[in-house]
């Protein structure tokens, strides 16, 4: 397992961390200013400063992506909403090819209309069958351009609004049936918020394997969880053993960035420095 206690080579910052306080192009000044060698931003975010600019600040700061997102949102109540998800997708595949990301994330999608408070039906089967789907055609565009779509399994407590793909397994048994043989266009992304808690964690890490394991994200469940989307914790703040779980990705062949991606009211509340500085010493201290 890599030693992550003296340097911080292998931090990624999910760029929501900090989205509160800055916009895109300052953030990825203040990461290159600390040596932090990757991020992963949010195509809000990207769109705000303009897709060209980001791709020229990259290449000035030679800061990396560790991923881009986010693409999915698969599900909708009718065909022409299916059609435009599968486009929408495109062009975020298209968007991640021009920052030259090493795969686009998915947060697939479920009930629709439930984001907004009004799902127009209640049918999960449904939303995951339309999932399968939408990941299909996007798969068939994503390969021809060579870019990996890394399907990101979420907590239940999101299974009505988000995603309908909540558990590793379920992640991995889609990638099966649409890359049967494992060629890396398909794979998923290990967000330790949603899958800490899965009994199967370790098995499917393994199952997964180096071929699938396309991202690896990190903060921390706090006890007690006041909002169910924006209370993650600063890692080493809660429960969950990252280390443990790094192990685990890495004996699996991962060896990419562990991504700091911290949604959170308290975080979002102080100096963006401070909690960049703060995501460096708890890197080197608990991930
Ligand atoms: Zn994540």
Redesign the pocket.
Known sequence: MRDFSRSHEWLSI?TATVRKQWPLDRIIDECAKRGIRAISPWRDQVAEVGLDKIAALLRATSITLSGYCRGGFFPASDAAGLKAAINDNIKAIDEAKTLDAPCL?LVVGSLPGALSGKPVHHDITRARNEVRDGIAASLEYARKVGMPLAI?PLHPMQAAERACVNTLEHALDLCDELDPDETGALGV?V?M??VWWDPKLQQQITRAGKMRLLAF?VCDWLIPTRDLLNDRGMMGDGVIELQKARGWVEDAGFAGFAEV?IFSGHWWAQPGGDVLDTCIARHRATV
């Open positions: 999910n994330v990101e992304a967000d918020y949603h994200h991606e």
